[in-house]
């Protein structure tokens, strides 16, 4: 892969899981808690697969064989770092939406 592709498969994978982990705040809101958590199963796959090939990259660079940087790159590892976090706010999203439903049907009882 060169370091265009390599960069948009970053972007690629980190949309996706950004999109999933969105889908699961979502998802929560609505109280289908079940569904939500397997949106973050989803992300989280998306970003392993980003992960992977950033962590080739770097092992590239630590051997020598580094890729030129170039603003594309750059934009890909915002991309991955933004997914990363909306991966772990999805997470506490889902946690306070299921406090926040059970509560309700508490209430509700």
Known sequence: MDKYEIAFQII???GNSKSCSMMAIELARDGKIEEAQKSVLEANDELNEAHLIQTEVI???????????????????????????????????????????????????
């Not at 051997?63 to 991966?87: C, F, P, R, W």
């Open 12 to 14: 690629l994978r980190a």
């Open 59 to 109: 092992q590239k660079e630590a051997s020598g064989e580094g890729i030129d940087v170039n603003i594309i790159m750059v934009h890909a590892q915002d991309h991955l770092t933004m997914a990363m976090m909306m991966k772990d706010v999805a997470n506490e999203m889902i946690r306070l939406y299921t406090l926040i439903h059970d509560l309700n049907q508490r209430l509700e009882a």
